[in-house]
């Protein structure tokens, strides 16, 4: 790894730039276990497992794992870099602050705005077209919708808790703070100043454990989660208004829980 370069601002300073060879691993290491999850292991499971929807439950349970995995990712690649996993040396190191002012260097305030459009931008991503349909089973929405997964969740607590660690990991621990916390920081000295683009690129070619998302995800992600995260160097953006999507997703699985 080395230094960060000058430009940029004073909080490239806490962290080390990677390699392109260094963004690739880091890329691979959470895109391929999910993508193997998904396509090889929970049909593996799903036809040994009895009950009701065991290809979704399958998935809802492997896809968890492979996010958790992602936030462990992140903690050894931060203690090998910096030795350390006290608060002080993760918010540096992952840009868990409140947004600065490229321009003035001011704090939070007024700047927390940009999660107005961040949110119209990344809302409007749910309505792009998909270039292809879900696999049978793959779709986590068409699952909430048909008759079947609503019986499954009804009344099921431990499902709903499952669910609810899955999206604590997508959106707070695993893939928001491995691509705009670990990842983005550290992309300037291989991208310069398109590094943002070049992280939403790879964040929407992650997603080969659901494909058909991918080019709704590297328009809208790269505006509403990487653009505003690099600018305000704040990946707590990134983690608000994705974890919107997971906040409006329990409190549906919530009421289908309470039927």
Do not use: C
Request: no cysteine.
């Amino acid at each position: 790894m080395t230094l960060p370069p000058e430009r940029g601002g004073s909080r490239y300073a806490d962290v080390r730039q990677y390699s392109l060879a260094q963004i690739l691993a880091v890329w691979a290491a959470a895109a391929v276990p999910m993508a193997v999850l998904a396509w090889v292991v929970a049909p593996w499971l799903a036809d040994r497992l009895d009950g009701p929807v065991a290809l979704g439950r399958a998935l809802l349970a492997l896809l968890t794992v492979g996010l958790i995995w992602q936030f462990v990712l992140v903690v050894l690649l931060i203690h090998r870099e910096r030795g350390s996993l006290r608060w002080s040396v993760l918010k540096d190191a992952l840009w868990l602050q409140s947004p600065r002012s490229p321009t003035t260097g001011r704090l939070g305030g007024r700047l927390w705005l940009v999660l107005v459009p961040a949110l119209l931008i990344f809302t409007a991503e749910g309505f792009f077209p998909h270039p292809f349909p879900p696999p049978t089973g793959h779709d986590f929405a068409a699952f909430l919708e048909s008759e079947a997964g609503q019986e499954f969740l009804s009344g099921n607590w431990v499902w709903f808790a499952i669910i609810a660690a899955l999206s604590v990991f997508n959106t707070v621990l695993g893939e928001e703070l491995l691509f705009r916390g670990l990842l983005l920081p550290r992309m300037q000295g291989a991208f310069g100043r398109w590094d943002w683009v070049a992280n939403g690129v790879l964040f929407a070619v992650y997603h080969l454990h659901m494909p058909w998302v991918i080019p709704a995800t590297m328009l809208g992600d790269t505006f509403a989660l990487s653009y505003p995260s690099r600018r305000y160097r704040s990946a707590l953006i990134g983690i608000i208004v994705h974890s919107s999507q997971s906040v409006l997703v329990l409190v549906l699985i919530l009421a289908l829980v309470l039927q």
